[in-house]
Nanobody, 115 residues
Framework: QVLLVESGGGLVQPGGSLRLSCAAS????????IGWYHQAPGKQREWVAT???????NYADSVKGRFTISRDNAKNTVYLQMNSLKPEDTAVYFC?????????WGQGTQVTVSS
């Protein structure tokens, strides 16, 4: 059974930081590209960042320079370090593991940026 579990969300003030984790099981993790997405209330799910199996990274323009995605294949975990958080970053954050036609999602973790 494939399982992706996000953690690390919470309430943070504007300008603050959070580190999200996405822990995977049931897949050969090192072969998968992992993406982070977020979904704000009433809006569509949007792509945030991706790290390939080889470790190359890409970011949405809205988070470039503020967010960093990384992976630890020994721990089957991908991280999203989020700095300089803004109220508009408030959303549920999901991770996605993708390889060829296989695509697995986690249940999400809530991030709220508010004073």
């Amino acid at each position: 059974q494939v399982l992706l579990v996000e953690s690390g969300g919470g309430l943070v003030q504007p300008g603050g930081s959070l580190r999200l984790s996405c822990a995977a099981s049931g897949i050969t993790f090192r072969f998968y590209a992992i993406g982070w997405y977020h979904q704000a209330p009433g809006k569509q799910r949007e792509w945030v960042a991706t790290i390939s199996a080889a470790g190359s990274t890409n970011y949405a323009d809205s988070v470039k320079g503020r967010f960093t995605i990384s992976r630890d294949n020994a721990k089957n975990t991908v991280y999203l370090q989020m700095n300089s958080l803004k109220p508009e970053d408030t959303a549920v954050y999901f991770c996605d593991a993708r390889l060829d036609d296989r695509d697995y999602w986690g249940q999400g973790t809530q991030v709220t940026v508010s004073s």
